[in-house]
């Protein structure tokens, strides 16, 4: 299981992939998808840096090296199946030894962004406190979701307004984050706390957390996708600022863009 | 990787006992063959079957697998397509999924099935390995699947039944086809008493390929090897399971085994990638999928299909439980395996991207010359047949049938209730009806993002997903059948079926292109039954013939009958069609405010069948009439329109009428309009009532900017298409407005549209 293949996660299907922008004035940056089995939106990750105008670089789940790039992005899906416990197989791998070394780095530190299986990835190799259990409602749900950006100071959100609003596409079935009360104290007072729900809690999560940060603000995660609202007409029908083309919301480009701009300095 | 041989030694019945003791009873009743087949298997072998080669027949030619009751009129489908029908098509009925060249090199492979019966006994397994299969059917041909659709039938939606089937259906959809990372992009949701015994499970997956990339089961060049990887090889999905047990001869193993196959859809979902590695290296000649009756249908099917011979040692199969027997290993329909045909050059190179995936696999044995299927079993023979007469030459029925002697008396039964005094109150209880009402509790269950290409999912008329990023080719795809039509009059009813998946293809702005479908009917030992089954196929096929769209693959479910009451008859047609660029896509709500309403079609009055006679328990009289020369108009210009940039927003009708359309238009985005009904009412010679809730075919609802009236009035008159303009699009007011009969607030009609399933599910 350690072969590389940086081709595999985008054999077959609809192709090409946005390719990586030459012109891009941020394309100097590289942004590593991480590929495990049973991984769904590694293609959409690397889809939505591209599309933010960096180069996404296909990583695999059983290397040992993460190819020289700049931040890493562990996508949604089902890694393993979700058995035993979301996330709990994958943060084995072999690349994850790699990621949690570089992203407990100091000021240099690796950015790193898990989103859905990816947050619950980084929770249970203990890069992000908390974890994530069954929805409230014990059902799956796919939804076009208003959350707030609590704190932009972090890698992954400079591009946003502190407060601002978006619309991002949800879809999970154990996405209710928990953690002891000091653990929320400790995040709400360090201004870890990064997206919060609004217009109604999805499933449960404790005091309607969205997504967290580590203390230096280089590791992200969240449970909704902002992958899935970064190209007009294949997005949420609509948009924190308003009405928009249909399915034409990107309110999760600027997720990307923040850490390429971040990164380029 | 070699398996481990069972220590068990059973008392096999090998091709030398089945010789030697030629009277030896044999449990073929039990296992579900005739009298007759039997003695056919007898004189095909020239001998009695071996325990293993009854087991292989008795599978491979059950209904199910060998359509030897449909087989007859299914021919249709093949004998009324004309040449500029078949210019699309790659790849037609026959093999795991038809395959369409949507251009630019690209093809698209689509199928829809029925898990019926599995999904009422266990709703969440059954459910959730009915995407599964499909999905190995799409994966069989070399593609990508890239989208799954769900069209469901449950029983009445307050019978104390209808709950668990529901939530385990709708979850094991979900928990399925989640996991493996495919959009689900539509279907449809209907309940009806009928269906209380009987609750229709199909399943359509749609694949995305090169043409290049098509892959056939079939096993070609002697030498070459048989290899079966993914999951192991257990106990589940075994027919006859009570009856080979008592074959068995050891006491201590389980006696009654599940019949019902168990889900694992991240085993899945490795296979999907690793299939797809093994296609674009090259290291496979044949691939199939084992589905129902396992690895009596891959070997067969990819021997028959290839130069005619194999040579298998079962004892090389992985087992999950190594108490089974060779007849039980034959038959098992554990789920997430597939068997492919490598040559011995690319033996290493196949097991290279085994070991990536980590997935299991076992060399099962070779291609021959011989025109023989052999079976070992530690290398005691135990089949030893001819695999076409297992997988093709099954017995075919001309089952008896006629027309059934109370349709006259349903057809002379018209709808004549009193109209209702409120309009109001009558379009709320049609959207807030089980049938009409909002699907989101069903659908906001299902992953529609994933992939990233999805351009239009459910409630627009059709899905619609991209292939080519650079250019936006796409496809859109629609399911429909409609149980009641099809009660009143069966040739319609299919008739209908494929007329309003073609309608809703063509209103999302695509051009349709191919058929699939999913033949739910009741017993064929009915001949009432029967010919209703008969009069759909024909009805089917001359419908596809008239709008020039084949069928391109399918599947037949029978027996869907409790305690001698059938089902409807049920035929679900699927319609693939392509857009050159989904950008274009026309959704099915209004968003900017002034623009033209307009109604495409003329209303009749046709309310026999319709939801509205249904909410006042009647179902008499004949379906609306169809005129498939309107419909191929209509569809012109819907897509006419979606190309030229001249409508906004499109909704077909069909059940629930106008009033349903325009509910659906409004709630879409939250945007009313103002709507008059006088001069359609005096046009049409109808009443209000009428217009609003009749079930007139070859009929739309748009809105047009009002830059493009003109042209698009030039359009439909140039093609002498009815049309009128029956209002204006509001987004002021929050209302839809009829005017001079009621307004209704759109948080009202929302309340009443989305609050059934939730007060019913939860």
Same mark, same amino acid.
């Given at each position: 299981?350690?072969?590389?293949?940086?081709?595999?996660?985008?054999?077959?299907?609809?192709?090409?992939?946005?390719?990586?922008?030459?012109?891009?004035? &941020?394309?100097?940056?590289?942004?590593?998808?991480?590929?495990?089995?049973?991984?769904?939106?590694?293609?959409?990750?690397?889809?939505?840096?591209?599309?933010?105008?960096?180069?996404?670089?296909?990583?695999?789940?059983?290397?040992?090296?993460?190819?020289?790039?700049?931040?890493?992005?562990?996508?949604?899906?089902?890694?393993?199946?979700?058995?035993?416990?979301?996330?709990?197989?994958?943060?084995?791998?072999?690349?994850?030894?790699?990621?949690?070394?570089?992203?407990?780095?100091?000021?240099?530190?690796?950015?790193?962004?898990?989103?859905?299986?990816?947050?619950?990835?980084?929770?249970?190799?203990?890069?992000?406190?908390?974890?994530?259990?069954?929805?409230?409602?014990?059902?799956?749900?796919?939804?076009?979701?208003?959350?707030?950006?609590?704190?932009?100071?972090?890698?992954?959100?400079?591009?946003?307004?502190?407060?601002?609003?978006?619309?991002?596409?949800?879809?999970?079935?154990?996405?209710?984050?928990?953690?002891?009360?000091?653990?929320?104290?400790?995040?709400?007072?360090?201004?870890?706390?990064?997206?919060?729900?609004?217009?109604?809690?999805?499933?449960?999560?404790?005091?309607?957390?969205?997504?967290?940060?580590?203390?230096?603000?280089?590791?992200?995660?969240?449970?909704?996708?902002?992958?899935?609202?970064?190209?007009?007409?294949?997005?949420?029908?609509?948009?924190?600022?308003?009405?928009?083309?249909?399915?034409?919301?990107?309110?999760? &480009?600027?997720?990307?863009?923040?850490? &390429?701009?971040?990164?380029?300095? | 990787?070699?398996?481990?041989?069972?220590?068990?030694?059973?008392?096999?019945?090998?091709?030398?006992?089945?010789?030697?003791?030629?009277?030896?009873?044999?449990?073929?009743?039990?296992?579900?063959?005739?009298?007759?087949?039997?003695?056919?298997?007898?004189?095909?072998?020239?001998?009695?079957?071996?325990?293993?080669?009854?087991?292989?027949?008795?599978?491979?030619?059950?209904?199910?697998?060998?359509?030897?009751?449909?087989?007859?009129?299914?021919?249709?489908?093949?004998?009324?397509?004309?040449?500029?029908?078949?210019?699309?098509?790659?790849?037609?009925?026959?093999?795991?999924?038809?395959?369409?060249?949507?251009?630019?090199?690209?093809?698209?492979?689509?199928?829809?099935?029925?898990?019926?019966?599995?999904?009422?006994?266990?709703?969440?397994?059954?459910?959730?390995?009915?995407?599964?299969?499909?999905?190995?059917?799409?994966?069989?041909?070399?593609?990508?699947?890239?989208?799954?659709?769900?069209?469901?039938?449950?029983?009445? !939606?307050?019978?104390?039944?209808?709950?668990?089937?529901?939530?385990?259906?709708?979850?094991?959809?979900?928990?399925?086809?989640?996991?493996?990372?495919?959009?689900?992009?539509?279907?449809?949701?209907?309940?009806?008493?009928?269906?209380?015994?009987?609750?229709?499970?199909?399943?359509?997956?749609?694949?995305?390929?090169?043409?290049?990339?098509?892959?056939?089961?079939?096993?070609?060049?002697?030498?070459?090897?048989?290899?079966?990887?993914?999951?192991?090889?257990?106990?589940?999905?075994?027919?006859?399971?009570?009856?080979?047990?008592?074959?068995?001869?050891?006491?201590?193993? @389980?006696?009654?085994?599940?019949?019902?196959?168990?889900?694992?859809?991240?085993?899945?979902?490795?296979?999907?990638?690793?299939?797809?590695?093994?296609?674009?290296?090259?290291?496979?000649?044949?691939?199939?999928?084992?589905?129902?009756?396992?690895?009596?249908?891959?070997?067969?099917?990819?021997?028959?299909?290839?130069?005619?011979?194999?040579?298998?040692?079962?004892?090389?199969?992985?087992?999950?439980? @190594?108490?089974?027997?060779?007849?039980?290993?034959?038959?098992?329909?554990?789920?997430?395996?597939?068997?492919?045909?490598?040559?011995?050059?690319?033996?290493?190179?196949?097991?290279?991207?085994?070991?990536?995936?980590?997935?299991?696999?076992?060399?099962?044995?070779?291609?021959?010359?011989?025109?023989?299927?052999?079976?070992?079993?530690?290398?005691?023979?135990?089949?030893?047949?001819? @695999?076409?007469?297992?997988?093709?030459?099954?017995?075919?029925?001309?089952?008896?049938?006629?027309?059934?002697?109370?349709?006259?008396?349903?057809?002379?039964?018209?709808?004549?209730?009193?109209?209702?005094?409120?309009?109001?109150?009558?379009?709320?209880?049609?959207?807030?009806?089980?049938?009409?009402?909002?699907?989101?509790?069903?659908?906001?269950?299902?992953?529609?993002?994933?992939?990233?290409?999805?351009?239009?999912?459910?409630?627009?008329?059709?899905?619609?997903?991209?292939?080519?990023?650079?250019?936006?080719?796409?496809?859109?795809?629609?399911?429909?059948?409609?149980?009641?039509?099809?009660?009143?009059?069966?040739?319609?009813?299919?008739?209908?079926?494929?007329?309003?998946?073609?309608?809703?293809?063509?209103?999302?702005?695509?051009?349709?292109?191919?058929?699939?479908?999913?033949?739910?009917?009741?017993?064929?030992?009915? @001949?009432?039954?029967?010919?209703?089954?008969?009069?759909?196929?024909?009805?089917?096929?001359?419908?596809?013939?008239?709008?020039?769209?084949?069928?391109?693959?399918?599947?037949?479910?029978?027996?869907?009958?409790?305690?001698?009451?059938?089902?409807?008859?049920?035929?679900?047609?699927?319609?693939?069609?392509?857009?050159?660029?989904?950008?274009?896509?026309?959704?099915?709500?209004?968003?900017?405010?002034?623009?033209?309403?307009?109604?495409?079609?003329?209303?009749?009055?046709?309310?026999?069948?319709?939801?509205?006679?249904?909410?006042?328990?009647?179902?008499?009289?004949?379906?609306?009439?169809?005129?498939?020369?309107?419909?191929?108009?209509?569809?012109?210009?819907?897509?006419?329109?979606?190309?030229?940039?001249?409508?906004?927003?499109?909704?077909?009708?069909?059940?629930?009428?106008?009033?349903?359309?325009?509910?659906?238009?409004?709630?879409?985005?939250?945007?009313?309009?103002? !709507?008059?009904?006088?001069?359609?009412?005096?046009?049409?010679?109808?009443?209000?009532?009428?217009?609003?809730?009749?079930?007139?075919?070859?009929?739309?609802?748009?809105?047009?900017?009002?830059?493009?009236?003109?042209?698009?009035?030039?359009?439909?008159?140039?093609?002498?298409?009815?049309?009128?303009?029956?209002?204006?699009?509001?987004?002021?007011?929050?209302?839809?407005?009829?005017?001079?009969?009621?307004?209704?607030?759109?948080?009202?009609?929302?309340?009443?549209?989305?609050?059934?399933?939730?007060?019913?599910?939860?």
């Amino acid at each position: 299981m350690t072969t590389s293949n940086i081709e595999t996660p985008l054999i077959g299907g609809p192709q090409p992939l946005a390719s990586n922008n030459e012109d891009s004035p &941020l394309n100097g940056v590289k942004v590593g998808v991480v590929t495990f089995p049973g991984s769904l939106d590694d293609r959409d990750a690397v889809r939505a840096v591209r599309l933010a105008g960096g180069s996404a670089v296909h990583l695999w789940h059983g290397d040992h090296s993460l190819q020289d790039v700049d931040a890493v992005i562990i996508p949604g899906g089902f890694s393993y199946g979700d058995y035993l416990r979301a996330g709990a197989i994958s943060r084995f791998a072999p690349l994850m030894e790699q990621i949690t070394a570089a992203a407990s780095g100091g000021a240099d530190a690796l950015p790193v962004l898990g989103i859905c299986n990816g947050f619950q990835v980084l929770t249970e190799a203990h890069l992000l406190p908390g974890s994530m259990i069954k929805n409230n409602h014990l059902h799956f749900i796919c939804r076009d979701q208003r959350l707030r950006v609590e704190n932009n100071g972090t890698f992954w959100t400079s591009e946003y307004a502190d407060g601002e609003e978006l619309v991002i596409p949800l879809k999970n079935q154990d996405g209710q984050f928990v953690a002891d009360n000091r653990t929320l104290d400790e995040l709400e007072g360090e201004g870890r706390v990064v997206f919060r729900y609004v217009d109604g809690n999805p499933n449960g999560s404790r005091r309607d957390i969205a997504g967290i940060s580590n203390a230096a603000g280089n590791v992200v995660g969240l449970m909704p996708h902002p992958e899935h609202a970064v190209e007009a007409g294949f997005g949420p029908d609509s948009s924190a600022r308003g009405e928009v083309e249909v399915r034409g919301g990107t309110d999760g &480009l600027g997720i990307f863009t923040s850490v &390429l701009k971040k990164l380029v300095g | 990787m070699t398996a481990e041989t069972t220590s068990k030694k059973f008392n096999i019945d090998t091709v030398a006992n089945a010789e030697a003791t030629p009277g030896q009873a044999l449990p073929w009743a039990e296992l579900g063959l005739k009298e007759n087949e039997f003695q056919r298997v007898e004189e095909i072998l020239g001998r009695r079957p071996t325990g293993a080669e009854l087991a292989m027949y008795s599978v491979m030619w059950s209904e199910h697998c060998s359509y030897k009751s449909s087989k007859v009129h299914l021919r249709q489908f093949g004998e009324k397509v004309t040449d500029a029908m078949k210019e699309h098509l790659l790849v037609g009925i026959g093999e795991n999924a038809g395959v369409v060249d949507i251009g630019d090199g690209w093809a698209v492979t689509f199928k829809v099935e029925s898990h019926n019966h599995p999904s009422f006994v266990e709703p969440y397994q059954g459910a959730a390995t009915g995407v599964g299969g499909i999905v190995r059917d799409i994966i069989s041909m070399g593609a990508r699947p890239v989208a799954v659709m769900d069209p469901l039938r449950f029983g009445a !939606i307050d019978h104390p039944d209808t709950a668990r089937l529901v939530h385990g259906i709708v979850a094991g959809i979900g928990g399925y086809g989640n996991s493996l990372g495919l959009p689900n992009i539509g279907g449809e949701v209907v309940f009806d008493s009928v269906y209380q015994g009987n609750p229709l499970v199909n399943a359509l997956a749609v694949g995305v390929l090169r043409h290049e990339d098509i892959r056939l089961a079939n096993a070609s060049g002697a030498g070459n090897k048989v290899v079966l990887f993914g999951a192991r090889t257990g106990g589940d999905g075994i027919g006859g399971a009570s009856v080979l047990a008592s074959e068995s001869f050891d006491d201590a193993k @389980p006696s009654k085994r599940p019949a019902v196959q168990v889900g694992d859809p991240f085993a899945e979902k490795v296979l999907i990638e690793c299939c797809l590695e093994l296609f674009k290296a090259s290291v496979v000649e044949g691939i199939q999928d084992l589905g129902a009756a396992g690895i009596s249908c891959a070997t067969s099917e990819l021997a028959s299909n290839g130069d005619g011979g194999m040579h298998v040692e079962l004892t090389n199969v992985l087992l999950r439980d @190594p108490s089974l027997t060779p007849g039980e290993i034959l038959m098992s329909e554990s789920q997430e395996r597939m068997m492919a045909v490598v040559t011995p050059e690319n033996v290493s190179a196949f097991e290279a991207i085994m070991d990536k995936w980590a997935v299991e696999y076992s060399w099962l044995g070779e291609v021959t010359d011989t025109g023989r299927l052999i079976i070992e079993w530690d290398g005691e023979k135990i089949v030893d047949v001819d @695999p076409r007469t297992v997988a093709h030459e099954g017995p075919v029925y001309e089952r008896p049938y006629h027309r059934p002697e109370w349709l006259d008396g349903v057809q002379a039964d018209t709808f004549a209730h009193e109209r209702p005094a409120d309009l109001r109150e009558a379009v709320l209880e049609l959207m807030a009806s089980p049938n009409m009402c909002a699907k989101n509790w069903v659908t906001d269950q299902y992953d529609r993002y994933v992939q990233g290409n999805t351009a239009l999912a459910m409630p627009d008329d059709a899905g619609v997903i991209r292939v080519d990023e650079e250019t936006g080719l796409g496809v859109a795809i629609s399911t429909d059948a409609n149980g009641r039509y099809s009660y009143l009059n069966p040739y319609e009813g299919a008739r209908l079926a494929l007329a309003e998946a073609y309608r809703n293809v063509a209103t999302s702005g695509a051009e349709p292109l191919a058929v699939t479908d999913c033949l739910n009917f009741g017993s064929p030992e009915d @001949p009432e039954v029967m010919w209703q089954f008969a009069e759909s196929v024909r009805g089917l096929a001359d419908a596809c013939q008239e709008l020039g769209v084949p069928v391109t693959g399918g599947n037949v479910s029978l027996y869907n009958q409790t305690g001698g009451v059938a089902i409807h008859p049920t035929p679900v047609v699927g319609v693939l069609g392509v857009f050159d660029d989904v950008a274009r896509r026309t959704p099915s709500g209004w968003r900017e405010d002034g623009q033209a309403v307009y109604l495409l079609g003329t209303t009749a009055n046709e309310l026999e069948g319709s939801e509205w006679a249904n909410l006042r328990g009647h179902l008499g009289g004949q379906p609306p009439a169809l005129d498939l020369a309107a419909e191929k108009t209509l569809a012109a210009i819907l897509v006419n329109c979606s190309r030229d940039g001249m409508i906004d927003a499109a909704h077909d009708l069909s059940e629930g009428g106008l009033a349903a359309g325009l509910s659906e238009m409004a709630l879409r985005f939250g945007v009313g309009a103002r !709507i008059g009904l006088d001069e359609l009412c005096e046009r049409d010679g109808i009443d209000a009532f009428t217009a609003l809730f009749s079930e007139s075919q070859a009929r739309a609802v748009v809105s047009v900017p009002r830059s493009e009236e003109v042209r698009f009035n030039d359009m439909c008159t140039a093609r002498n298409f009815p049309t009128l303009r029956i209002g204006v699009v509001d987004t002021e007011n929050q209302a839809l407005d009829v005017q001079g009969y009621f307004t209704l607030p759109l948080d009202q009609l929302r309340e009443a549209h989305e609050g059934t399933l939730p007060k019913h599910f939860g």
